[in-house]
C-alpha cells in the first residue's frame, strides 16, 4: 500500500518568514495530494490540493509542489503569521479511490 | 463543501461498553469514510462507508470491532465496540466532494476510562 513520508515533524519560523514542509509518497499510482491543516481541538481543514497534472499550484501565500519523478511534494507557506501556527497534515491517494494516506503531520509554530 | 455533523462530539465511556457515532451530511455523497486520530498522531482510514452493503475495512480493522452501517447516501454509523483505553481517539466521518476533494466532520472525541 502507499506510504507517505512527512518532515520536519516540528518547525520553528518567526513571523513573516516562510516555511516549507516536504512529503514523499511511495506509490506511483497517488495522482491526488491534499494538504490539511489541524488546529488544537479541531478538524482537519483542507487548505490546498493538487492533482498529478500539475506541478504547482498557488492560493495566496500558500503554494503546493509537485514532482512525480521522485514521488514527492512540498507546502509553501509565506509571510507566516501566527494564525498560521498547527498541525498540517499531507496526504496521498487516487482520484477515483478517494482512500487517503496521510503523513504524520508537522507542527508548525509561528512566533513573535 | 458539504455539511458533515456527527453525535456525540465527545463522550468518557467505561471499558468493555460500546458507542455508535452518527454522521450526518446535508447532501447526497458516493463515497463516506471514517478515520481513526489517536492522541498526537496522524489520521489513519478505518474503512469506507458502503452505501447498502457491508463496510470495507482497512488492514488492522475489523468489523467485529467497528461495525459500521450505511442506510443511505447522507448517513452512516460507526460503532466502536467493547472499548479499551487504547481505543480513547478521535474519530471523523469524512466525505468526497466536489472535484473529489475529501473534507472532514467535526470529529467525536473519545475517552475511555
Known amino acids: 500500500g502507499e506510504n507517505v513520508e512527512q518532515h520536519p515533524s516540528t518547525l520553528s519560523v518567526q513571523e513573516g518568514d516562510s516555511a516549507v514542509i516536504k512529503c514523499t509518497y511511495s506509490?506511483?499510482?497517488?495522482?491526488?495530494f491534499p494538504w490539511y491543516k489541524q488546529e488544537l481541538g479541531k478538524r482537519p481543514q483542507l487548505i490546498i490540493d493538487?492533482?498529478?497534472?500539475?506541478g504547482e499550484k498557488k492560493d495566496q501565500r500558500i503554494a503546493v509542489t509537485l514532482n512525480k519523478t521522485a514521488k514527492h511534494f512540498s507546502l509553501h507557506i509565506t509571510e507566516t503569521q501566527p494564525e498560521d501556527s498547527a498541525v498540517y497534515f499531507c496526504?496521498?491517494?487516487?482520484?477515483?479511490?478517494?482512500?487517503?494516506?496521510f503523513g504524520t503531520g508537522t507542527r508548525l509554530q509561528v512566533t513573535l | 463543501s458539504a455539511v458533515i455533523s456527527q453525535k456525540p462530539s465527545r463522550d468518557i465511556c467505561q471499558r468493555g461498553t460500546s458507542l455508535t457515532i452518527q454522521c450526518q451530511v446535508d447532501?447526497?455523497?458516493?463515497?463516506m469514510f471514517w478515520y481513526r486520530q489517536q492522541p498526537g498522531q496522524s489520521l489513519t482510514l478505518i474503512a469506507t462507508?458502503?452505501?447498502?452493503?457491508?463496510?470495507?475495512?482497512e488492514s488492522g480493522f475489523v468489523i467485529d470491532k467497528f461495525p459500521i452501517s450505511r442506510p443511505n447516501l447522507t448517513f452512516s454509523t460507526l460503532t466502536v465496540s467493547n472499548m479499551s483505553p487504547e481505543d480513547s481517539s478521535i474519530y471523523l466521518c469524512?466525505?468526497?466532494?466536489?472535484?473529489?476533494?475529501?473534507?472532514f466532520g467535526e470529529g467525536s472525541w473519545l475517552t475511555v476510562v
Open positions: 496526504a496521498a491517494g487516487t482520484g477515483t479511490a478517494s482512500k487517503l494516506t
Open positions: 506509490d506511483s499510482a497517488s495522482n491526488y
Open positions: 462507508a458502503n452505501q447498502g452493503s457491508e463496510a470495507t475495512y
Open positions: 493538487i492533482r498529478s497534472n500539475v
Open positions: 469524512s466525505v468526497r466532494g466536489q472535484r473529489n476533494t475529501i473534507y
Open positions: 447532501s447526497q455523497v458516493t463515497m
